[in-house]
Structures are given as structure tokens and as C-alpha cells.
């Protein structure tokens, strides 16, 4: 057997306990020897004994195949190619593209998921005759016969109804329980270890958890001098002094507009998301105090903890026994008359959603006929965004539990953990989530019932009773603080306003300029456009630096 592996097992000792018992020979005390020796004794049945982030290729020489798997969220990525009877794998798109030979031809459809999502989610990739392999899957390829099978190995579990008859304090203590154990096993490691505190609800419960494993936990909060309103070093240090963690606040140099040239070089696939800025900015900083960090993401996306969340929830409580087609003309007249960045825009455009059914994409970035005027005439050009929304919408499950698990298959793993990653990577700083460990993924889906995640009026509410229960009594359970940087502000005037437009109004750009050039005008007047001119921009400027053809 050899194997290439990206990623960490946290329950390796106990695999290599058990495999031990079972007569395998271990010459190493690393979790890669791991991973091999569950493969000799489970076969592809090893994936659901894994707990941790992964991405690793497997070739066994005796049957003549390749086993590739990715873990369950998607915490470390993969990408493909299988053409020519030649299979291509890598963890970064860029290696596969450091082959000059390679095409390098846009996916279209990719590019129109981009436009309306922010992100390329599922088994596409932004390059024609690239997949990704998606969270949860395994691929097997037969070097013989050129035959190749993707299969899913884990899903979301639905929510099992009898776990009703568990009151709300034995769901608490089971929460509990597993938090704490998936902390201590995150925090198994031979290299300095840290905690991304923000001073949040997500980061403030891991580092209580921290502090039951380890007697000095390390703990760090990033300032952004000069915007107060993204300063959260009070309540972090609220949190640290507490439980007395050596505490370092780390100060944030300004973000230079050229900082993303290296954003489009790192992330391989364009992706929408400013906050991949202040992420790269802190993940440098703490490189040069740890090397592994925990933090707290996931959190949102498995007990409602995003705000659209108790919106959706009043929109469907007010508006969801009108007729549909009431609802549904009004949506539909919305993008003739109100502009894009027109505030409430993309909520007027949900109100015609089923809500037995389908979930609304209130974070949309460009709508159909947008999409269409940016390509302008390009003849390769088709929208499928909406199709491909579609099919991946989860039919199970009351309102709620459709919402959530729509975000943490899309949201969370194209474009929360895919900055984490790549911004961490850049500088050699492995983030670890432990909201991810997969016991925990089971029992927030399929044992947590909707009504103590988010109501119309409240919102991670088994979370911040978890709070009540290990936080000091003065910590704010109900602030939401989003990880952003002041783009609006940046874009009014000087060296980002710069960019921007050089980017956009360019001749080689390929997004129409006339229409760009119109989103550039409405920003300036006070529309809120900014992180869709920051997605065109990174676009740009991703296939500007790898030269990627039309």
C-alpha cells in the first residue's frame, strides 16, 4: 500500500488501540500508519471510523486501484481529472495546473453557480474536465480497466422524531459531553496549540472546553485599528480572563488591495468572500505563536446560528398561507424595478418561494438577468445556476431543518472552510474545527430538535444555554459579530476604488464593461454592491493569473 494524506485522524490512537488488539503491526506512532492499517482490516468500510479532516489517496498495488476519499464536511479539498485513461489528483487545483499541458478552459456552468452563489459547489470545478470530489465521497479507480466510481459513504442523518420524548437538560448534557471530548481530541497534538477566540458564542464554548484538557490554553484575539466595529477584544478578553488563558491580542496591519493577487493565486477557485482578507491576516499572525489553532466554525450552520435564519422563519410564520401565486408575482416584478444592492432586493425576491419545499437564496450575489447582461453576447453562455439550486435542495425535514442542512452542504463547505483552509494553509497554520467531529454532525441533525436551534424571535438557542451553563454570567450570548472587513468603506475612494476599477473597466476583462461599469456608479451613490464587484474583481484577477482561456 502507498498513501498520500492531507489532513488529521483525532481518534487515531484509539483506531491504532483497536487495530493493535487485532494483530496489525504498527512501525510509527503517526495517524497516516493509521489509515493504512484500518484500510488492510475495514477495506473502503475505514471512512466511518475516521473521525477528523481528510483528504488522502490510497493505492493498493495488489488490487491495481486507487481509493481516494475526502472527509464528511469538507475540511480539506480535493480535486480531479480523469481523461485519457490517465487519472490526475491533487489537494490544490494550481498542481494539477502546474502541468503545461493541461487545459485550462472555463466550466461554464461553474462560472454561472459562481455568479449566483459566490461559490462553485458539489462535484463542479471552475475548470472544464475538473471535479472536485464532494464532502463525504470516495472515488475508486481501477488502473486496469480505466474504470472510475465516486460513491457517498456518509449523509445527513434526518431527525429521528422519538428523540422528542428526551427533555431539553439531557439533549444540553449530551451536547456537552460531546463538545468536550471532540475539543480534548483536537487538542492532541505534538506542536504548539492555540484557540481563535473571538470572543463569540462558537470560539467562547471551545475554549471553556480547552481548559478541561489543558491547564494554560492559548488563546488569541485579532484588532483591526481603526474600525471599532469590527474590534471584539472585549469580549474576548471577558472569555480569557475567565478562564485564565495566557491571552495575546495581535494587531492587524492594514489589508493592501495587492494582498488579492495572492488571494486569487492561493484559492484555486475564485470564490466571493472579503472575509478570505481579515482570515489570511489572522491566520499569519497566530503562525507566529502556534501552529495548529481551533476555531469555532460550523457552529452557525448546525444550530442556527445565522440571522437569515429567524428572518426565513417570520417570513414563512406571516406570509407562507398567502397563495403562491400572489407571492410569486410580486418576487418576479422585483429585478425590473429595484436595482441591484437595493437593500431588502434579494428578500423580496424570496418571497415567492414554496416554503413547503424550497429554500430561498437570500445571500444571492447576481440574478439570472444580471448573470446574462455581465456575459453580454458570449456564445458559450447558459444560465443553469438555478437548475443546479434545484437539485440540491434537501426535500426532507420541517423549514428549518432544510435551511440548515442547505447550508452546511453548500455554504459551509465551498466557502466557509474552503477560506479557512486556504488562508491557513498560506501560512503553514492548520485550523481545526471541532463543531465538525461527526458525532457531533449526527447529533445536531438528527437528534436536535428545530425548536431548540433558532424560532422567528431567537436563535442558537441550545448553544447559549450551553453558555448560561460554562460562561461567565456578564458574556453577551446574543451578539452576532460577522468575520468582514470594511469593504464598502475601502471601495468610496483611494488604492481599493483603484483596483477595482482598473480590474473591471480593463479591455482584457471578460464581464461586460458597460454593466460593471454601472455597478461601480451605483456603488458610489450608496447601493451595497461590494461584494458582488468583489467577486467579478477576484474572478479577473484568477484568471488573469493563470491564464485561463473562454
Same mark, same amino acid.
Given at each position: 500500500l502507498v498513501i498520500i494524506f492531507n489532513g488529521e485522524i483525532y481518534n487515531f490512537q484509539e483506531l491504532r488501540g483497536q487495530l493493535k488488539v487485532k494483530g496489525h503491526i504498527f512501525h510509527t506512532a503517526s495517524d497516516t500508519e493509521v489509515i493504512m492499517n484500518a484500510y488492510k482490516e475495514w477495506g473502503i468500510g475505514c471512512l466511518g471510523h475516521f473521525n477528523g479532516m481528510f483528504a488522502f489517496a490510497l493505492f493498493d498495488k495488489t488490487k491495481r486501484e486507487i481509493?481516494?476519499?475526502?472527509?464528511?464536511?469538507? %475540511?480539506?479539498?480535493?480535486?480531479?481529472?480523469? %481523461?485519457?485513461?490517465?487519472?490526475?489528483?491533487?489537494? %490544490?487545483?494550481?498542481?494539477?495546473?502546474?502541468?503545461?499541458?493541461?487545459?485550462?478552459?472555463?466550466?461554464?456552468?461553474?462560472?454561472?453557480?459562481?455568479?449566483?452563489?459566490?461559490?462553485?459547489?458539489?462535484?463542479?470545478?471552475?475548470?472544464?474536465?475538473?471535479n472536485k470530489l464532494p464532502p463525504a465521497h470516495y472515488l475508486v479507480f481501477d488502473i486496469e480497466t480505466n474504470h472510475l466510481k465516486v460513491s457517498r459513504y456518509w449523509s445527513i442523518p434526518d431527525f429521528q422524531e422519538n428523540n422528542e420524548s428526551e427533555n431539553d437538560s439531557q439533549i444540553l448534557d449530551r451536547l456537552e459531553t460531546l463538545l468536550e471530548d471532540s475539543v480534548r481530541l483536537q487538542m492532541i497534538a505534538d506542536v504548539p496549540i492555540g484557540v481563535l477566540l473571538s470572543g463569540g458564542v462558537d470560539s467562547s464554548l471551545v475554549t471553556a472546553m480547552a481548559v478541561r484538557t489543558v491547564p494554560k490554553v492559548k488563546t488569541f484575539t485579532i484588532t483591526f485599528p481603526g474600525y471599532a466595529k469590527y474590534d471584539e477584544t472585549e469580549h474576548a478578553r471577558l472569555i480569557a480572563k475567565h478562564f485564565n488563558t495566557q491571552h495575546l491580542e495581535l494587531q492587524a496591519d492594514e489589508a493592501n488591495p495587492d494582498l488579492l493577487e495572492a488571494m486569487a493565486r492561493q484559492f484555486d477557485e475564485p470564490m466571493a468572500d472579503s472575509s478570505m482578507i481579515p482570515t489570511y491576516l489572522v491566520s499569519k499572525l497566530i503562525r507566529e505563536h502556534c501552529t495548529v489553532a481551533l476555531g469555532g466554525d460550523g457552529g452557525d450552520e448546525l444550530f442556527g446560528g445565522y440571522p437569515h435564519y429567524s428572518r426565513l422563519l417570520w417570513m414563512q410564520n406571516?406570509?407562507? +398561507?398567502?397563495?403562491?401565486?400572489?407571492?410569486?408575482?410580486?418576487?418576479?416584478?422585483?429585478?425590473?424595478?429595484?436595482?441591484?444592492?437595493?437593500?431588502? &432586493?434579494?428578500?423580496?425576491?424570496?418571497?415567492?418561494?414554496?416554503?413547503?419545499?424550497?429554500?430561498?437564496?437570500?445571500?444571492?450575489?447576481?440574478?439570472? &438577468?444580471?448573470?446574462?447582461? +455581465?456575459?453580454?453576447?458570449?456564445?458559450?453562455?447558459?444560465?443553469?445556476? %438555478?437548475?443546479?439550486?434545484?437539485?440540491?435542495?434537501?426535500?426532507?425535514?420541517?423549514?428549518?431543518? &432544510?435551511?440548515?442542512?442547505?447550508?452546511?452542504?453548500?455554504?459551509?463547505?465551498?466557502?466557509?472552510?474552503?477560506?479557512?483552509? &486556504?488562508?491557513?494553509?498560506?501560512?503553514?497554520?492548520?485550523v481545526r474545527a471541532p463543531f465538525l467531529d461527526f458525532r457531533i454532525l449526527d447529533f445536531a441533525f438528527g437528534q436536535v430538535p428545530s425548536r431548540l436551534k433558532t424560532t422567528s424571535g431567537n436563535r442558537k438557542i441550545l448553544l447559549k444555554q450551553l453558555c448560561e451553563r460554562v460562561l461567565p454570567s456578564a458574556f453577551d450570548k446574543e451578539r452576532k459579530q460577522g468575520f468582514s472587513i470594511p469593504l464598502k468603506h475601502w471601495l468610496d475612494k483611494g488604492p481599493w476604488s483603484d483596483l477595482f476599477h482598473e480590474t473591471l473597466q480593463s479591455s482584457n476583462a471578460i464581464f461586460d464593461r458597460k454593466v460593471t461599469g454601472k455597478l461601480l456608479q451605483e456603488q458610489k451613490k450608496g447601493l451595497s454592491n461590494s461584494e458582488r464587484l468583489f467577486a467579478l474583481v477576484l474572478f479577473e484577477l484568477w484568471r488573469n493569473e493563470y491564464k485561463i482561456e473562454l
Open positions: 481509493f481516494i476519499a475526502r472527509d464528511r464536511a469538507g %475540511e480539506k479539498p480535493l480535486f480531479y481529472s480523469h %481523461e485519457n485513461g490517465q487519472l490526475r489528483f491533487a489537494s %490544490e487545483l494550481k498542481a494539477l495546473m502546474s502541468d503545461p499541458s493541461f487545459s485550462r478552459k472555463i466550466n461554464y456552468s461553474a462560472l454561472d453557480a459562481y455568479l449566483a452563489m459566490g461559490y462553485i459547489p458539489g462535484d463542479l470545478c471552475i475548470l472544464d474536465k475538473v406571516k406570509f407562507g +398561507l398567502l397563495p403562491r401565486f400572489m407571492r410569486s408575482s410580486v418576487s418576479s416584478t422585483i429585478p425590473r424595478f429595484l436595482p441591484l444592492g437595493f437593500k431588502g &432586493r434579494n428578500w423580496l425576491q424570496a418571497f415567492g418561494v414554496d416554503f413547503t419545499k424550497d429554500v430561498p437564496l437570500v445571500a444571492s450575489f447576481f440574478d439570472k &438577468r444580471t448573470r446574462m447582461d +455581465l456575459m453580454g453576447a458570449n456564445n458559450h453562455w447558459h444560465t443553469t445556476a %438555478e437548475m443546479l439550486l434545484s437539485n440540491r435542495m434537501p426535500r426532507k425535514g420541517d423549514f428549518l431543518e &432544510r435551511v440548515t442542512r442547505m447550508d452546511f452542504e453548500n455554504y459551509l463547505s465551498e466557502d466557509i472552510l474552503v477560506k479557512v483552509d &486556504r488562508a491557513s494553509m498560506m501560512n503553514s497554520l492548520e
